[in-house]
């Protein structure tokens, strides 16, 4: 793990991550994607002792869509609650290109190796001239301003549990 201080004095992990498919997700993630796919949502799973981030686009109606998670951070602030941001990318097709004309449901499926039992901030990274280079990740959001910013409550999510046939536990 990389960690840096920032001048508001946060203190920022980088976090290891796996990115994989949705076949090679725990049966409970599988079936709550399945229910779910045509919604745009973010959503942060605890399975089996570990922590599932999804990042779903919806349903689109054609090809050439994709989304990426390109870093997932811990910031401890000086005063306050820890949170998780996950750093995502959408690309979209390019104007005027052929894609084929179907129905589909970008998502991005990553998994850290423990269960984090705090609120995980989503941030799209808009614009990649904007971003900071590091040794660890080429695409470093430059985000953490201060302990103040906030996340904004459409960006925020709470880890959950799921029963087996996907339902999120109450």
């Known amino acids: 793990m990389h960690e840096k201080e920032r001048n508001t004095g946060d203190e920022v ?3 290891s991550f796996q990115t994989i498919h949705a076949d090679d997700s725990p049966k409970q993630v599988q079936n709550w994607l399945e229910k779910e796919r045509t919604k745009e949502v973010n959503k942060v799973f605890l399975v089996n002792g570990k ?6 686009l919806g349903q689109k109606s054609t090809g050439g869509y994709r989304v ?5 951070e811990l910031v401890k602030p000086s ?17 005027g290109s052929f894609n084929i004309q179907v129905l ?43 302990k103040t910013d906030k996340c904004g ?6 880890p959950q549990k799921l029963t087996e046939n996907g339902e999120i536990e109450e």
Do not use: R
């Open 104 to 146: 589909t449901y970008p998502v991005a499926i990553v998994v850290l190796n423990k269960e984090y039992h705090i609120d995980f901030c989503f941030k799209q990274i808009k614009k990649p001239n904007k971003l900071k280079e590091t040794k660890s990740h080429p695409a470093v959001h430059e985000h953490h301003k201060s």
């Open 68 to 72: 990426s998670v390109k870093q997932i």
């Open 51 to 56: 922590t599932y981030v999804i990042v779903q």
């Open 79 to 95: 005063s306050g609650n820890q949170t998780v941001f996950v750093h995502y990318q959408v690309k979209a097709p390019k104007q």
């Open 13 to 15: 992990t980088d976090l």
């Open 153 to 158: 409550q459409d960006k925020l999510a709470h």
